[in-house]
């Protein structure tokens, strides 16, 4: 019996598969068991005309391919060439166990790339589980940004055939590739990638002080921030520029947004610039979460991973939607559940919000008059809901337009704050940013000093906080205290996270 691997999509990661093969004695027959889709069954005749077409002369045996997991649906064109190179090796004694091979076949023996490859394979380097993959030639330019995986392109079958039927080309082959061409942070025994480039810049921002620091704060600790203020005040310039000051991302994170982007269908950009999702209110709640009436799709939710979630007009938003956005900012996790499919996807971003604060966005003005009644202002806001609220770390009230406001912080000087408090937080041994602390994280690294524990303390009574806000609070004075470079938190720094604490 001889092995290949290669892989199926379940959901949005991959699913190594051992493709196995044996030659048999018995009436001639071509079988490929292993709950394998009608794409795979029609396999047999592709690879049938591409062995033939390349001076291949079938034996007169009982051929028999299994796909393993057999308990598993597999789906998709990429496992012709597994197939056949099966097949046209079988008297070979070299082992083939630790080969990936990838690629649909032509009926004259062409190989070919097909939609799922790129997710396929962004899917098992990112987990670690490919080294070495035979591919379609013409996938190797976008390919070859995978760092750490030796790929072999190939045109046609005879090549690929070759390849294995020949020793001294395989200890010929090129090294693994490692590392992206961008410039590097380590921090904590670990290597980050960022980029410089500040297409959309804070310094356009006149004004608007304490809504810049509140930006600063969440994306140093990757606090959830919820802009109120008057129409024009700049709420999504800020969001839109946030985007550019995020942490570095690991090779991991890269890999991940990748995938996602051909998920989408998109060109994958292997850069670390985090993805900027903005539904618009009036999307449906299965293209914002996903879904699909057979197999659960991804939403705008999975889309954000690693990035901004941004929803303008907040209170547009059905209320179901806002109410099911719980479950994401919570457990950075969604699962969708279908009758043919159940799915879960791992939804960790930052969440961004812009208000008006009634509907005719004039309620905080000096200079206008607010045309809504009290009924219209309670209906609006009543549309945010208290337990959502509760998951936002930082609430900004926004300043009016003034014409002596100027320009204050720019990008790039704020980007280079977020990245020394993100090598803080990992030398101080996290695996994760301040706003993704788990309860026994916090204790460990949200350490208070006596008179900021008895402000805490306070705070609560007055304020009436959840266990959820006294885990918020705790963790935004963290990060507060990491731009400040203090070792503990004090009362400074927590009176300027109470400070973002939405006011009811």
């Known amino acids: ?107 004259d023996g062409s190989v070919k790339e097909n939609g799922i490859l790129y997710p ?6 990112n987990r670690g589980l490919v080294t070495r993959a035979v591919v379609p030639e013409e996938a190797l330019d976008k390919l070859r940004h995978i760092p750490g995986v030796l790929f072999v392109g190939v045109g046609n079958l005879k090549d690929a055939i070759g390849l294995f039927k020949t020793p001294e080309r395989l200890s010929s082959l090129p090294a693994r590739q490692s590392g992206f061409p961008f410039p590097t942070q380590s921090a904590g025994g670990r290597t980050f990638y960022y980029r410089k480039h500040y297409p959309e810049d804070f310094r356009e921002i006149r004004g608007q002080e304490v809504a810049k620091r509140a930006a600063l704060i969440s994306a140093c600790g990757m606090h959830n921030l919820l802009l109120e203020g008057s129409p ?52 449906t709640a299965a293209s914002i979460f996903g879904g699909g009436s057979r197999n659960a799709r991804i939403g705008e939710v999975g889309l954000a991973h690693h990035g901004i979630l941004f ?30 499919s159940k799915v879960e996807y791992p939804t960790d971003f930052l969440f961004v919000a812009a208000m008006n604060p009634c509907p005719c966005g004039n309620l905080l003005s000096d200079r206008l008059e607010c045309r809504c009644s009290e009924r219209e202002i309670r209906r609006y806001k009543g549309r945010l809901s208290d337990p959502f609220l509760d998951r936002i770390d930082l609430y900004v009230q926004m300043q009016e337009v003034r014409a002596d406001d100027r320009p204050s912080l720019t990008s790039e000087s704020m980007h280079e704050t977020v990245l020394r408090v993100h090598a803080r937080q990992r030398e101080r041994g996290q695996e994760t940013f301040n706003g993704r602390l788990d309860d026994r994280d916090i204790e460990r690294h949200c350490r208070f000093d006596p008179e900021a524990e008895a402000l805490l303390g306070q705070a609560v009574t007055r304020f009436v906080l959840s266990f959820r806000a006294i885990k918020k609070i705790r963790k935004v004075a963290r990060t507060v205290a990491d731009i400040d470079a203090a070792e503990t938190v004090g009362k400074t720094h927590l009176l300027e996270a109470l400070s973002y604490r939405r006011r009811t």
């Open 1 to 107: 019996m001889k092995q290949l691997k290669c892989a199926t999509l379940e959901g949005i990661e991959a699913l190594t598969v051992d493709v196995e093969s044996t030659l048999t004695r018995g009436l001639p027959s071509f079988t490929i068991v292993g709950l394998a889709s009608s794409a795979i069954s029609e396999a047999r005749e592709r690879v049938k005309s591409a062995l033939l077409a390349n001076d291949f002369t079938f034996p007169p045996k009982r051929i028999t391919i299994n796909l393993s997991p057999s308990d598993i649906e597999k789906r998709g064109s990429q496992f012709d060439l597994a197939i056949a190179l099966l097949i046209a090796l079988d008297g070979l004694e070299e082992d083939l166990s630790g080969w990936y091979a990838f690629g649909e076949l032509g009926l």
């Open 120 to 125: 396929l394979l962004l899917s098992l380097a």
């Open 232 to 283: 024009g005040c700049g709420k999504s310039m800020v969001a839109k520029r946030l985007r550019y000051i995020l942490p570095p991302m690991s090779d991991r994170e890269i890999l991940d947004v990748a995938k996602l982007d051909t998920l989408e269908g998109k060109e994958p950009h292997f850069s670390p610039l985090r993805p900027f999702r903005a539904p618009h209110h009036s999307g």
């Open 311 to 340: 929803f303008d007009e907040l209170p547009h938003f059905p209320k179901p939607v806002l109410e099911a956005l719980r479950e994401p900012l919570e457990d950075r996790r969604i699962r969708i559940s279908r009758v043919h």
